[in-house]
């Protein structure tokens, strides 16, 4: 396994997410946690793929790993393991944070022992999120140093350095990144392998318990601690000067993935600049960037997202009583909105520098694209749970949906999505529909969701009786973010046998009084249950099981089973488009002639599409491998 | 200052483009020439477009400016039109000619505008290359080495910064002994689809 491989001095091609994980095995990690979430995955994918090769061979991995019930659990267990003075990390996206943010606001009081990061992977553009905030609000109002990488390299090698920085603060440290660091594959040199310490000891501590009286003693202490990580700062390895032709007294201001555009950009305009290159974010070090600004005349600020740095480097211009110009998003240059590229930067510098943009006007293409946005696979349980409960329904129910595959519901023929803020959000602002109107209510979540942050509202809805119908699309695994385990699912993620736990057993132990269990793959039968659960006065629950299809076919494809396929018989078919209109599965096209058929090389073999045609004209006509 | 090299892939999930960026980025390595890979494939999985760019020489950024690609290489005719932002006259647009529907034609009433349309029109900004990588990949011996086939043909372009055989070698170091033959003449088949 190559990147368990502890030979010095190698080189080899590493996503920026594998870099973080061979930098945490570098500096011998001993507890790994994680909720997936895009573009986070690969972190906890390759922990969990070191740790099940071990398993495999019946041997003890080096470390312990999990995939979590959710982000706040995920940062509880390895804030544990840093109490007992072993080596943590923990990584999710960015609103991942939002959930462990309880525990994270309060973890820098208590401090912690064995170094601790926290890795946060932003995602600027919303790529894969519900929103592009910028977390490196919380390194500041949580109270945490913060390293931000521009390579895959850096991001390796910060992740190694940074238990020590941790270590030496003892405080938790966040690893900010975003998704063109996590998802882009850079040069890595291995450095030497630590061993991790294997077992670890909870010394007691009242200082742990944070009643009131602890807060406030613990909260001058972070504040001191805070001013330990600006002398760090001020001499850390990640700060430094880049020049950039003969650079006089124009300097630029950059941090993460920008200062690649910036480095770049500036060497291709022939700018004579001096690039403040700015690793370690929070705190960052003010008598560095007080020198900085001293030498400029002029600086530009270029940082994805909000405006953190600018604003820390105009109080200190103002407080410096300096007269230099600084650039940014104030002055209208650069956006607070969406991820930046080359491009973008190449335009600001060149208005800011009175340059002429060296590259050509971008063409476009004259014919109109069909769009191509993601849909789910053809045979996905979730679209036959979805036609179900629209026949079961009447035309003004509301469907609160999740995170998720099931969320692309949303797009036509289905439009099985009417809200969604985040995990968990569809039973709670079911509840909210069921006292503010009059109409029906059948919100969806995954199995995943449900264990990670739908149960309290659950609750809700079963002390209040509100009437609504919950639904879980229960595919037995974490299907959107790469097929991860869960509470639900027969092994953990080392591997290792594990206790399923049954979401109707969670429904009925919450004391919800009307159940359906469907196999969504009996369109009849859970159009039925549905009707059911619609016509309960009160909360019913719906668990409709099926596993996700890519499975389904991967499990067949191994044991040589081999995938049904079916077909349309154009003698039969009388053109009512209720496949393709109304069902919608993406391996039914329409040929020229406007007639109806199924790609082979799509259809997943599910054969839902025959229980939909009214007339009998769908059969399944052979079997591939 | 040494030269900089961007090649953009880009097609639909599921159709091996990360893999294929991977193969150049792991080449890029074996040949010591400086390379950053980039990939989207955020909800791709489920059949949305993936764009992966691969720049090599003296970079910094894995991104590349509008207009600056030396080649594109599409595993999806109407993909490459649909970036065609990236290149100018002298890019080399290598695209396979076998389509993939997407699924807002049959439900949403789009249209899959007619190939030979397309063409032309990628023809107007930059030097296309159109094959049927999928025909030559079957002619190999096996459908599945159809980026392999593509592969080859960017090699035979001349736009790498290291021989063809670094390429292959790299290629045939991540498949199964028994696809290396194939493999093998799928890079040779492509490079000649370029060259005659």
Redesign the interface.
Known sequence: MEIMEDQPGK???LLGNEAITRGALEAGIDVATTYPG??ASEIADTFSHIAKYFTKKGEKPPFYFEYSTNEKVALEVAAAASFSGLRALTCMKHVGLNVASDAFMTYAYVGCKGGHIIVSAD?PYC??SQNEQDNRYYAIFGGAPMLEPT?PQEAKEMTRVGFDISEQLSLPLLLRTT??LN?????IVFNKMQKPHGIGHFEKNPLLVTVPAVARKQHPVLLERMEQAEKLSEKSQFNEIVNVGKPKDIGIVASG?S???A???A?ILGLNVRILKLGMTHPIPRNMCEKFIKSCSTIVVVEELEPILEQQFKVLAFDMKSDVKIFGKSTGHFSRLYEY???IV?DAFSKIFKVKNP???????????????????PGCPHRASYYAVKKAAPKDAIYPTDIG?YT?GKE??LEMADVLLCMGSNAGTACGFAVSTGQKIVSFMGDSTFFHAAIPALIDAVHHNHDVVITVLDNRTTA?TGHQPHPGTEFDGMGRPAKMIKVEDVAKGCGVEHIEIVDPNNIKETTAAFKRALDFKGPSFVVSKSPCILLEVAKKRKSGEGIPVYSINQEICKKCKTC??RF?C?A???AEDGSVHIDPTLCNGCGNCVQVCPFGAISKTGVKE | ?NKTISIVLVG??GQGVITA??LL??A??KADV????????????????VVCTVRMGD??????????ADAVLSAEP??A??N?????KKTKVITDINPV????????G????KLD??FK?ISK?AELYAIDALKIAKESGAAITKNTVMLGALAATGVLPFKPEVLLDTILGMVPDKYKDVNKKAFENGMKAIKK
């Open positions: 080189k080899t091609l895009t573009p995602d790529h894969s390579t998704t063109r998802h882009a594959r850079g040069p993935v200062f690649n555009y480095k770049e950009m060497e590229n080359p491009d190449v590259f050509p006007k971008p063409v476009e293409s004259k014919i109109k694209l069909p769009r191509r946005p993601p849909s789910l696979c595959c692309l036509p023929p959107m393709i209109g919608g993406p039914l096209f329409f | 200052m639909v999930g960026a991977n980025g792991s890029a390595v400086m390379v950053y890979v980039s990939e989207i494939h955020g909800m791709a999985q489920r059949g949305g477009n970079v910094s950024s894995p991104m590349l400016p509008s207009g600056t109407i993909e039109l649909r065609i932002s990236f290149v100018n529907i997407p699924f807002t034609v049959a439900v949403g789009e249209t899959y505008p349309d397309v029109e900004y």
